[in-house]
């Protein structure tokens, strides 16, 4: 008995230590992935001065970043599966990083599309390496405080994305350079250099880690292979990912997931063009205006969080949040640039508290056994929101002269995310998760005899 408890102690204590060693560094990684995603909202109209890209341009090359990384992502997958998530963590930040310092080189929209296909297959990939490098090293019942710190990142990095940005567009004239050429330069380099640092600072597996004691090794690789064995299909089960797509629930979980991502991406590449309405504003006040709704979203997803713990429905939360995002998007749209920037932050407390509240419904209400699969496709297909959002309201522009029929558009979409959310099932107040995706698995001849 005395062995299992300090088994179990020592499980709790490098699981401890893998938090405060190891998710920095993810962290780390994460702002340096949400600087290069969405440097060129700040840089647009500087492009347009420069290299003569309009509106629709900027929004479609926009928006092509999440077309490759669709494309991309389930081959990356497969490629990190056969090299492990420490060496593809450190390629997929290399290249991504290459190609966003290319793009301060960039002379035309053709030029101008191709670096942002090519920055969405570098970056595909990310998020699945980093999940599936915290079920290598994290036990699942503190996984998916792993992953909400994770997620709850990319509000922080958000949030320091305008003013570093504000800062190096004006550095215009330095060197001969522009300041929008200062903005990839900069950020492109700094993930290479962070990227190439991953690789000697991350360890590969729970055995090469130097930080934890031998007992803890041994401990927590033995919690790991048990929670794998459990999870492993019994009798040699498959998964159908064709019927998955055709199960509804997973339709309506990519039906909300869309809605969220159209929600999270119009503003990151629109915000700012948005706050520059306000008289007076410069790159650098627009830099740091743009993230005061990225500071709000943290608080609110940090309250999220504690509801949420306490809820016994994510249902009702998750619907409370798209609905203030729906309203405050509403109300941006109808007031003046001031009091727009102050609804906008209203509404990303909404759509970024939804996401880390969205990702507890697929968990609890699908089946263990296709639960991996389906998260890939949820994300594939909601990330496809990043395409339409940016790309609508390029056009919008283009055509109006103004963004606000896509804020409308918006609002509408987050209200009809919410009424999905009551079709949703999650799991039985007995604890067992509903099956409502059985004929995704097949099971296998011989058990069917």
Excluded at 33 to 46: F, K, P, T, V
């Amino acid at each position: 008995m005395k062995s299992a408890d300090n088994a179990v102690s020592d499980v709790a204590t490098a699981t401890k230590k893998f938090f405060k060693r190891v998710l920095p560094i993810m962290l780390v990684m994460l702002v340096c992935n949400q600087l290069n995603r969405s440097n060129i909202g700040y840089a647009q109209d500087h492009l347009q001065a420069d290299v003569g890209i309009g509106a629709a341009a900027y929004g479609f090359g926009a928006g092509l970043f999440f077309i490759a990384y669709a494309i991309f992502e389930l081959p990356s997958n497969v490629m990190m599966e056969k090299y492990g998530a420490k060496v593809w963590l450190t390629r997929i930040m290399v290249s991504w990083g290459i190609v966003s310092f290319l793009m301060a080189f960039v002379q035309n929209e053709t030029m101008f599309y191709v670096l942002r296909f090519l920055l969405g297959a570098a970056e595909a990939g990310f998020f699945p390496a980093v999940i599936f490098y915290f079920a290598r090293w994290v036990p699942a019942g503190q996984r998916g405080k792993a992953t909400a710190i994770f997620i709850a990142g990319s509000s922080i990095a958000a949030a320091i994305s305008g003013p570093i940005a504000g800062m190096l567009l004006s550095l215009h004239g330095t060197l001969g350079l522009r300041g929008w050429q200062w903005l990839f330069g900069f950020e492109g380099a700094l993930s290479v250099v962070v990227g190439m640092a991953v690789f000697f600072v991350l360890d590969a597996r729970i055995k090469d880690a130097k930080w934890l004691s031998p007992a803890e090794k041994d401990a927590l690789s033995q919690a790991i292979s048990d929670e794998d064995a459990q999870h492993t299909t019994a009798g040699g089960a498959k998964i159908n990912r064709w019927k998955m797509l055709l199960n509804p629930q997973i339709l309506l979980l990519c039906g909300i997931y869309f809605s969220v991502q159209l929600s999270i991406y119009a503003n990151t590449f629109w915000l700012p063009s948005i706050i520059k309405q306000i008289p007076g504003t410069t790159d650098l006040t627009v830099g740091f205006l743009s993230s005061i709704p990225w500071v709000c979203a943290v608080f609110a997803m940090y309250f999220a969080a504690k509801l949420q713990d306490k809820a016994k429905s994510k249902r009702p939360l998750l619907v409370v949040a798209l609905l203030v995002a729906a309203v405050g998007t509403f109300a941006a749209a109808i007031a003046s640039p001031v009091m727009a920037l102050v609804f906008l932050a209203i509404a990303a407390m909404g759509f970024k508290s939804a996401s880390p509240l969205f990702w507890t419904i697929p968990q609890s209400g699908l089946h263990p056994m296709i639960l991996a699969p389906a998260i890939a496709i949820i994300n594939s297909l909601g990330n496809l929101g990043g395409f339409v959002a940016p790309f609508g309201f390029g056009i919008i522009k283009e055509q109006t002269g103004s963004v606000i029929p896509g804020l409308f558009a918006l609002a509408a979409a987050s209200t009809i995310a919410a009424g999905l959310v009551y079709f949703l099932k999650e799991r039985r107040t007995d604890g067992a998760p509903v099956q409502v995706e059985e004929a995704a698995v097949q099971e296998p001849v011989a058990s069917r005899a």
